[in-house]
């Protein structure tokens, strides 16, 4: 029987299931692998089921010549934690769980836009230090968005279940920055070609893209300083997108009205800046954070640990 490591403690259904097929060993912490852990695994491990921040680097694969393990079978559709091409010249499968998290990481989206936007945060921090006095006709006046702009930068599943959700829902209009071609954007959407002209033209602006080197800090003070002033920003994707410190410095000179984070650059790490800034709604990476959800991506992934024992094609490979 096949022996596969599950890094963090996954919904019983999932393990369950993965144990009739494999032997499984779990390992209950709940903080990313360390490089040590990454090449022990490589080393002692048919097959390995990761998660967001797991050391699978170029070093890891460097410090094992003929690893044992042949798949990473991630927890996740994003896999920057993974040194893909290490992985392929090392005879490892990667494979992830698209599509199982979409929707779901677009009604955080949502949630953010409305937050950040009508400045929600706020008006919670002030209920909840005793300093209400009462309504007022210009207390915590945020920006309406019914006929405003939405900017979407990366229009893969999750960008397009944004889009959905902002344009129908709350009837915004809808632009768009792709790296490549969208066949079909699934809204009335119009396709920018840069980013400083989303910048410039959004009212809310919603990264959507995948992480790894080609994307990292794509988002930057030239991209704050196009924006809007009374613009928000939302980011629902990976933290390293964005240059955090020039997103902190456009908040604090007042370049855009705010913004709503479900990840960060450092993880777990964020910055006091961003934390003692009022007009910043801040989440603890739970785009996903839904039983259903969750169970339904560990699925996906022993949908692939499956393929792969069976010598199958793998169902999602990267």
């Known amino acids: 029987m096949k022996k596969v490591l599950i ?8 393990v369950a299931r993965a144990r009739g097929d494999f ?6 912490a709940d903080a990313p692998m360390s490089l040590d852990e990454a090449i022990a695994a490589l080393r002692d491990f048919d097959a390995v089921v990761p ?9 890891a694969f460097a410090a094992v010549q003929s690893p ?3 798949l990473l079978a991630n927890f996740g559709v994003g896999y920057n934690h993974i040194d893909v091409a290490a992985a392929r010249a090392a005879g490892v499968a990667v494979t992830n769980t698209p599509g199982a998290v979409t929707e779901a990481t677009a009604d955080i989206a949502l949630m953010l836009i409305l937050m950040a936007a009508r400045r929600a945060s ?3 921090a002030l209920v909840r230090s005793g300093r209400w006095t009462g309504w007022a006709p210009t207390q915590l006046l945020g920006l309406h968005l019914g006929g405003k702009t939405l900017g979407v930068v990366g229009m893969g599943r999750i960008g397009k279940a944004i889009a959905r959700r902002c344009h129908l829902a709350l009837g915004m209009e809808v632009v768009f920055f792709n790296r490549s071609p969208v066949a079909e954007p699934g809204v009335p959407a119009t396709r920018l070609d ?3 002209a989303l910048a410039a033209r959004a009212d809310v602006v919603a990264i959507a893209l995948p992480g790894g080197p080609q994307t990292r800090h794509m988002i930057g003070a030239e991209f704050f300083a196009a924006m809007r002033r009374h613009a928000v920003f939302v980011n629902i994707a990976r933290g390293d997108i964005v240059d955090e410190a020039a997103l902190i410095a456009a908040l604090q000179a007042g370049e855009i ?12 790490e964020v910055p006091r800046a961003l934390i003692d800034l009022a007009n910043v709604t801040l989440l603890p ?6 039983l259903e959800v969750r169970e339904a991506m560990g699925m996906m992934a022993v949908d692939n640990l499956r393929a792969w024992a069976r010598a199958d094609p793998l169902p999602n490979p990267v």
């Open 7 to 14: 890094t963090r403690r996954l919904p019983a259904a999932v």
């Open 23 to 28: 032997e499984v060993v779990e390992r209950t």
């Open 51 to 59: 998660t967001l921040g797991d050391a699978f680097t170029a070093r």
């Open 68 to 70: 044992r393990c042949e």
């Open 122 to 124: 706020e008006g919670e």
């Open 194 to 196: 840069s980013l400083a």
């Open 257 to 268: 009205a705010g913004a709503g984070l479900d990840v960060y650059e450092h993880e777990p």
């Open 285 to 290: 990476h739970m785009g996903t954070a839904a």
